[in-house]
């Protein structure tokens, strides 16, 4: 599975963007999306993430009501919608591509995920 996300650029507080994650390869093995990010001297963390056939969707309580992850199967595309954008939304996103079965409440495990994309930029300036 290649994974190419894309989307990321400055933006002002209050601001939005769309990121989005083409899926490639044999993206029939995958179950499960992710998107994670990592800000200057901090670890990666997760962000959100949905299933790719029922749509189930999980999200760090740091961008609920904020971030919206949606996907589109015939695309093999994941989104990530960003609204009310902080400053410290400011980080490298990364998307994910899992294969091995989990419950929907280990979505959040980095580890848990299989493929990843290079990473996409996201600057919000206050």
């Known amino acids: 599975v290649q994974l190419q996300a894309s989307g990321g650029g400055l933006v002002q507080a209050g601001g939005f963007l769309r990121l989005s994650c083409a899926a490639s390869?044999?993206?029939?093995?995958?179950?499960?999306m992710g998107w994670f990010r990592q800000a200057p001297g901090k670890e990666r963390e997760f962000v959100a993430a949905i299933r790719w056939w029922s749509g189930s969707t999980l999200y760090a309580d740091s961008v609920k009501g904020r971030f919206i992850i949606s996907r589109d199967n015939i695309k093999n595309t994941v989104y990530l919608q960003m609204n009310s954008l902080k400053p410290e939304d400011t980080a490298l996103y990364y998307c994910a591509a899992a294969i091995s079965p989990a419950p929907t409440s280990d979505d959040g495990y980095q580890d848990l995920y299989d493929y990843w994309g290079q990473g996409t930029l996201v600057t919000v300036s206050s």
């Open positions: 390869g044999r993206t029939l093995n995958s179950n499960r």
